[in-house]
């Protein structure tokens, strides 16, 4: 392997491929993608839309099977996880944060969260999380009744409140404005710092990278570059 | 409560309309199901206890006189248990305040001590002393229609001589929960009594010392009770016997069972409508809200929920829904359940209280809910939760709006807009919209089976006293009278027409089959008493062979132009031949006829007659029946159409009570289908609609556009359910069907115009319901969501 041995690989991925049949059509989402995360690093994927980015994170995050390829968890080959340990792997290790949120609307904030925390390990109570947000003041409210910034701070709260292993981010800014986006992706460089939480963020906003370790870019479904960064910038220095 | 039970309650709050409309239609079917078998097993119990504590027989004959010690030889025949020798005697009653005259069974009891069996249950009085002339214990339903107290007193003609019964006691019999007389389909307690008088009374007053003209047997468990009838009518026949029946075909006890056949099918047919459509509707909602929140599931299944913890929260949605409606439905059964005892406590007279509720009932109907609800939605949750969470992130594609039939056949460039959405919407989901349709007939056909009954009995009544039975009265002979007896009655100032029939009580047999019945000869002239088949057309009487009820042929498994043997149970007991030359296909009653000479013939009797129906002229009534009081000849005389028409009306208020039930029931199918259609719809289609209102379309054309989709299945379904109710009431008149009784087929125009009327009112009462929906369409909020 091609890791330093001081530190651990938690995924490892190799020659990924994903199909999508659509009637008449295939869509190739993924094109033998070989791809390897960290412990305690943040990554930042970057790509056009349509360039597959979801479809890794989603296959890493157990959410969605590979056409062809492998996954290693840790060094566990997810292919050959049964319903129930996938189910259990989602639950004990992995936190998502959704690009739309999903929030169950009629579940308040302060409820979204323990959702989640109601049936983790070692989880953090509901109201810590939702302060690690700045979002201690409305935990009764229901997402309905909060903007959009809002509601994906409490979906980061959800993920990070059951202290997870890996942290997957599906463009968490994408539907913000820059303030909030600042804010959310603030919080999570926090969890990716003071917790030592293994992140990925997708993104389309190349600006964005100057906060990862390592900034992966994929077009049409196969990884065009790998850059390491030298500097890591604090996600509020960040030059828009 | 954890956060996924809360989501569920919120859930179920967000779509109460729905959950309620749903639970009611569950509840109204347990409802059913829990009233219709609790009564049944309350009669049933109260039944089955009464025969036991009172030790009701299980065969039965009559005969002409037989010395006591006969009665000992009975006990020989091998399974019988216990023997009870009896007189029992009919006489002719004068009644205070009733002109026409009534009869009176009197059965002896014993001077002292209990009987062996058919003990009698007294309610209030004492027992007759033995000592003392004239002293009855008489049965609660002839003195309660006349308000008898213990000391009343009735005057009776017995064996010719006038003699004043003092009424000592009141009580009930397990011989007669219903006190039907043979021959009639409804009770006559007013004309119709039942006394009991200790033993050595009736053998003075009746010349019976030492000797009995009714036997009652009790058999042990196991024996074989045709063996034994068969025994019995052995033992018996020197001694007139009328031939040995068993409690099958016992009037009281075979009425019982009927009702209870009744119930049984009735505790079936609308639960299993109502559960079917509550199946319908939950499977159609929750569909609807897996559509709704499949990226919510998405969310729960890529937070760790495993796809199990995920079904069961959506299974015990359903869940709730189901024990709301099926607590309501145990509650409204329960209450039903006791009003419809109550009613049956009219009709068949118990010693105890009837009505208890099973606990087996309520569990068997909650399982039998359950699982019809969840049969729906097992299946659906299933697929729902199978899928990839990231395939779930994603929307559903939007429907496939392909060029429908209707397009294809140019049909939209002649329609409006509206029609043209609606139909195409149809078009679009058949499946559902049939369902629908279909929901909404079943509404409609259980109202038609709701007045089913009540059209089929006025049939019946008008069929049998309109048609077949013109007289107004029927006159019996204490025994056969030279044909030439009639003319003086003729003369009797009142009596329009008379007719004279020979009735001998018979069995007739045909191969292994045998059936004990009348054989009745008419004469050649019949306008009083008509034969007639259920299409009303008279059937002819050829001048010799049997004519018998298409019943009686069927049990006896015969064809027009087989040779019967008949077998007279009385006089001289003769045994015959005759072919059968027709059937008549009526409606009651196994009866056998023939031509009244012809009979004479075989019978090798001269021309004799057993009774004559009159019609008496307007107002003459008293007069005559005055006058055939005191004709010494005639035993009894019978009125049925009055007593029908004083059964009818205690019937009536019960049919009142069933109706509401009915239309209650068809309102919550119909309501609950329509509501539920027009909300699913409305959640389905709030985007297109709210669309439509903000590019201009008022209120008024969405709601059109709407509602006019329910409106045309509702016209759609009215047709259907009138089908749909046909073909219920068809089954049903099969399912009822008894040897006593056949029950026509007929639905008259108002019971089709009252159910379309109802359906239409409930359509338009949920519309008007979701149409405020509509109004408060939120045109922003649907349209900023992402969907
Ligand atoms: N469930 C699916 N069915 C069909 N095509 C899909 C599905 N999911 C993604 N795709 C297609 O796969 C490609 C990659 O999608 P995705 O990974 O979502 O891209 P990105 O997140 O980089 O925008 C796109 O062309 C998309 O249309
Ligand atoms: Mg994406």
């Known amino acids: 392997m091609d890791s330093p041995p001081e530190i651990q690989a938690v995924y490892e991925a190799h020659d990924l491929t994903k199909v999508y049949h659509m009637g008449e059509v295939s869509v190739h989402a993924l094109r033998g993608v070989d791809i390897h995360l960290y412990e305690k690093e943040l990554i930042v994927l970057l790509g056009h839309s349509g360039s597959g980015k979801s479809t890794l994170l989603n296959i890493l995050g157990g959410l969605d099977i590979p056409s062809s390829g492998e996954v290693f968890y840790r060094g566990n080959r997810m292919s050959d996880f049964s319903e129930s340990e996938l189910t259990r792997y989602r639950r004990e290790h992995v936190g998502f944060v959704f690009q739309f949120y999903n929030l169950i609307p009629s579940l308040t904030a302060r409820e979204n969260v323990a959702l989640v925390t109601e049936i983790a390990n070692d989880p953090m109570k509901p109201e810590d999380a939702l302060a690690l947000v700045d979002l201690d003041e409305r935990m009764d409210h229901f997402p309905s009744q909060m903007s959009g910034g809002e509601q994906q701070r409490v979906a980061i709260a959800r993920a990070i409140a059951k202290q997870p292993d890996v942290l997957l981010c599906d463009e968490p800014t994408g539907a913000l404005d820059l303030e909030t986006g600042i804010m959310v992706l603030e919080a999570i460089d926090n969890v990716n710092r003071e917790l030592g939480t293994t992140t990925a963020v997708i993104t389309h906003n190349s600006v964005i990278s100057d906060m990862a370790h390592r900034v992966i870019r994929l077009r049409d479904g196969q990884i065009e570059s790998i850059v390491e960064n030298e500097e890591v910038k604090p996600a509020d220095q960040l030059n828009w | 409560m954890r956060a996924l039970e809360r989501k569920m309650i919120r859930d179920l709050l967000h779509m109460k309309g729905q959950a309620v409309a749903i639970a009611s239609v569950i509840a109204c079917g347990l ?516 004519v018998l009820s298409a019943a009686l042929a069927r049990i006896l498994h015969l064809e027009v132009g087989d040779r019967v043997r008949i077998e007279v149970l009385e006089g001289e007991r003769v045994v015959r031949e005759a072919p059968v030359v027709g059937l008549v296909d009526d409606f009651a009653g196994t009866s056998a006829y023939m031509d009244i000479r012809a009979l004479n013939r075989l019978l090798r009797e001269p021309p004799v007659i057993s009774g004559a129906w009159i019609s008496i002229r307007e107002g003459a009534e008293e007069s005559v029946f005055r006058e055939l009081k005191e004709t010494p000849v005639v035993a009894g005389v019978t009125l049925q159409r009055i007593a029908v028409e004083g059964f009818m009306d205690s019937f009536a208020e019960n049919l009142l009570r069933m109706r509401l039930f009915n239309v209650t029931f068809a309102c919550v199918i119909a309501i609950g289908v329509v509501y539920n259609s027009a909300r699913v719809a409305l959640s389905e289609r709030g985007r297109e609609l709210a669309t439509l209102r903000v590019i201009g379309f008022t209120r008024g054309e969405v709601s059109t556009i709407l509602l006019g989709e329910l409106a045309f299945l509702t016209a759609l379904a009215i047709p259907a359910g009138f089908a749909i109710g046909y073909g219920l009431c068809r089954f049903i008149s099969t399912a009822l069907e008894t040897e006593l009784y056949r029950i026509p087929l007929v639905l008259n125009p108002p019971t089709f115009a009252f159910a379309a009327l109802v359906v239409v009112g409930a359509t338009i009462l949920s519309s008007l319901l979701v149409r405020r929906g509509i109004d408060h369409l939120d045109m922003v909020a649907v349209l900023k969501s992402r969907e």
């Open chain 2, 31 to 546: 409802a059913v199901f829990v009233g219709a078998q609790s009564t049944l097993w309350s009669l049933k119990s109260a039944r089955d206890a009464y025969y036991e504590r009172n030790r009701f027989s299980h065969v039965f004959s009559s005969l002409k006189r037989a010395p006591n010690p006969v009665a000992e030889r009975a006990l020989e025949i091998p399974g019988v248990r216990r023997v009870d020798d009896r007189i029992v005697k009919g006489v002719t009653l004068d009644v205070p305040g009733l002109t026409e005259p009534a009869t009176a069974k009197l059965i002896s009891y014993p001077d002292r001590g209990e009987p062996t069996l058919n003990e009698i249950h007294l309610l209030v009085g004492r027992h007759a002393d033995p000592l003392r002339t004239g002293e009855v214990v008489a049965e609660e339903a002839f003195a309660t229609e006349h308000g008898f107290r213990p000391g009343d007193t009735v005057d009776a003609v017995m064996n010719g001589r006038l003699q004043t019964l003092t009424i000592v006691g009141i009580c009930l019999s397990p011989e007669y929960i219903t006190t039907i007389q043979g021959g009639s389909l409804w009770p006559d307690d007013r004309r119709f009594a039942i006394f009991w008088m200790p033993r050595r009374q009736m053998e003075a007053a009746f010349e019976m010392e030492g000797a009995f003209n009714d036997l009652a047997l009790s058999i042990v468990p196991g024996a074989n009770e045709a063996e034994v009838v068969r025994r019995v009518d052995r033992l018996l026949a020197p001694y007139g016997g009328l031939g040995a029946i068993g409690r099958d075909l016992h009037l009281s006890h075979r009425f019982v069972s009927d009702e209870l056949k009744q119930l049984q099918t009735m505790s079936v047919i609308p639960p299993s409508i109502f559960l079917g459509v509550a199946a319908f509707l939950l499977n159609v909602a929750l569909r609807r809200l897996l559509t709704l929140q499949r990226e919510q599931i998405a969310a729960l299944k890529a937070f760790g929920y495993s796809s199990r913890e995920i079904s069961v929260h959506y299974v015990s949605l359903v869940g709730l829904i189901i024990a709301a409606g099926s607590l309501v439905g145990c509650l409204l059964g329960t209450w039903m359940g006791r009003s419809m005892t109550e009613m049956y406590a009219e009709f068949y007279r118990f010693p105890t209280t009837l009505f208890h509720v099973d606990y087996r009932v309520l569990f068997a109907g909650c399982a039998l809910t359950f699982s019809a609800g969840c049969i729906g939605v097992l299946a659906a949750v299933r697929s729902a939760v199978r899928i990839q969470p990231a395939e779930a992130m994603r929307p559903e594609p939007p429907p496939n709006y392909e060029p429908s039939l209707i397009e294809r056949l140019g049909w939209h460039r002649i329609l409006p807009q509206a029609p043209r959405m609606i139909l195409r919407e149809l078009t679009r989901r058949p499946a559902k919209a049939i369902m629908t349709t279909l929901g909404i007939a079943f509404a409609c056909a259980i109202l038609i089976v709701g007045n089913f009954g009540k059209d089929a009995v006025d049939f019946l009544i008008d069929f049998q006293f309109g048609l077949q039975e013109r007289q107004d009265a029927s006159i019996s002979f204490y025994e056969a009278v030279p044909a030439r007896a009639i003319s003086s009655m003729r003369h009797i100032e009142g009596i329009e027409a008379i007719e004279s029939f020979r009735a001998v009580p018979a069995r007739i047999r045909f191969s292994q089959f045998s059936r004990q019945t009348s054989l009745q000869g008419l004469g050649p002239k019949r306008e009083l008493f008509r034969l007639l088949n259920t299409d009303g057309e008279e059937v002819d009487l050829p001048p010799d062979g049997l």
